[in-house]
T-cell receptor
């Protein structure tokens, strides 16, 4: 059962452009929604996260938008840079339950 | 603290052999997770520990897989009688119980079963 669906599978953006990655979840018990960034040969690393009591969170060039009623959340990368080229995973978890459920990832390529 | 360490980074084995992976979490983290990642997929949950107690195992986890965390420190993941379908990246992560489940991942152990 795929509880977190992520799109698109791949994304190509010009330097300076905006990258947008979307995720949808099914389980309304999820209460923590992180995004992870993964470079080749490395494990995923936490980029930014949000809880459902807020609709938006911004950290530098990275913003999460959260729509609780639609059960969707998205990652926006402003002023995308070649160094942002990586695979991005959304995830969802229930804090008391421990485990996180991940989307299938989006491979972002930022062209110079 | 150097983060989450995994060993070995790469393992090539023949079908039917047993393999064991080790994970050393961040010392102050009491939760430890194992995930499996295949090409083009997100990390798939296998199991997790809080201290030395194994609190959850995925229903997808075959009985050929076993994980331990003696004394609540490092953990091992053993795969017995490996199959070609076991070829994947095995990721270990750790977290604390306070606050949100912020996972810190290791670099992973890549298994290739010939």
């Amino acid at each position: 059962q795929q509880q977190v669906k992520q799109s698109p599978q791949s994304l190509i953006v010009q330097k300076g452009g905006i990258s947008i990655i979307n995720c949808a979840y099914e389980n309304t018990a999820f209460d923590y929604f992180p995004w992870y960034q993964q470079f080749p040969g490395k494990g995923p690393a936490l980029l930014i996260a949000i809880r459902p009591d807020v609709s938006e969170k911004k950290e530098g060039r990275f913003t999460i938008s959260f729509n609780k009623s639609a059960k969707q959340f998205s990652l926006h990368i402003m002023d995308s840079q070649p160094g942002d080229s990586a695979t991005y995973f959304c995830a969802a978890s229930m804090t008391y339950a421990g485990k996180s459920t991940f989307g299938d990832g989006t491979t972002l390529t930022v062209k110079p | 603290d150097t983060g989450v360490s995994q060993d070995p980074r790469h393992k090539i084995t023949k079908r039917g052999q047993n393999v064991t992976f080790r994970c050393d979490p961040i010392s102050e983290h009491n939760r430890l997770y194992w995930y499996r990642q295949t090409l083009g997929q997100g990390p798939e949950f296998l199991t997790y520990f809080q201290n030395e107690a194994q609190l959850e195992k995925s229903r997808l986890l075959s009985d050929r897989f076993s994980a331990e965390r003696p004394k609540g420190s490092f953990s091992t993941l053993e795969i017995q009688r490996t199959e070609q379908g076991d070829s994947a990246m095995y990721l270990c992560a750790s977290s604390s119980t306070s606050g949100a489940n912020v996972l810190t991942f290791g670099a992973g152990s890549r298994l290739t079963v010939l």
